[in-house]
């Protein structure tokens, strides 16, 4: 299995700034996602990201407002930009390596937006 | 796209008994249904996933049946315990790996 490590655990944040979040995997991994989980909600797909190459974004979502970057195969960053309160959510990476194997998910990071 | 409706949205059993949460999908190219335990301040944690091809799946206390042809899949937890306590999501897919859909989820409490 694979381990994730998401950074950071937690942020509150003021309007209008931007966050990074960052996600580690232990091994070499395929597919990565960014997921976010709004107060009490499901988890919805935000995009995909790809290694080498523009993110593929789910609908409803937009590069402007949650650029991705993956530089290799272990890394990958969600940027939530110019923040509002409707931005507090639960932001979670997951990986997968497609074919037979299940999808794993970081712990997540908890944002407050003030 | 695909769209996952999960019930009930709650769910509390005297510990001991069993639990059963449904979800009914619509996309016939998904292929791979896995069930997610949430528990308060963490990840999703896989319990149990079931493929296109089997249609009963049993890991001890936890059990996925999966009719195809309705589009849709069962939870089953028998004795219940406490420590079952969490919200369950199920999702689906075109194959494990990749981008799951996820159904609203249900929270279960397990009373002693």
């Known amino acids: 299995s694979a381990v994730i490590s998401q950074k950071p655990s937690r942020d509150i944040c003021q309007r209008g700034t931007s966050l990074t979040i960052q996600c580690q995997v232990d091994?070499?991994?395929?597919?990565m996602f960014w997921y976010r989980q709004q107060p009490g909600q499901s988890l919805t797909l935000i995009a995909t990201?790809?290694?080498?190459?523009?993110?593929?974004?789910e609908s409803g979502f937009v590069i402007d407002k949650f650029p991705i970057s993956r530089p290799n195969l272990t890394f990958s960053t969600l940027t939530v930009s110019n923040m509002s309160p409707e931005d507090s959510s639960i932001y979670l990476c997951?990986?997968?390596?497609?074919?037979?194997?299940?999808?794993?998910f970081g712990q997540g990071t908890r944002l407050t937006v003030v | 796209g695909e769209n996952v409706e999960q019930h009930p949205s709650t769910l509390s059993v005297q510990e001991g008994d069993s639990a059963v949460i449904k979800c009914t999908y619509s996309?016939?190219?998904?292929?791979?249904f896995p069930w997610y335990k949430q528990e308060l301040g963490k990840g999703p944690q896989l319990i149990i996933d079931?493929?296109?091809?089997?249609g009963e799946k049993k890991d001890q206390r936890i059990a996925v049946t999966l009719n195809k042809t309705a589009k849709h899949f069962s939870l089953h937890i028998t004795e219940t315990q406490p420590e079952d306590s969490a919200v369950y999501f199920c999702?689906?897919?075109?194959?494990?790996?990749?981008?799951?859909?996820f159904g609203k989820g249900t929270t279960l409490s397990v009373s002693s």
């Open positions: 091994s070499q991994v395929t597919m």
């Open positions: 997951s990986v997968g390596n497609g074919g037979n194997t299940e999808a794993f």
């Open positions: 996309d016939s190219a998904s292929n791979y």
């Open positions: 079931i493929r296109s091809n089997v």
């Open positions: 999702a689906a897919s075109p194959q494990a790996g990749t981008a799951l859909i």
């Open positions: 990201a790809n290694q080498g190459s523009e993110a593929t974004y």
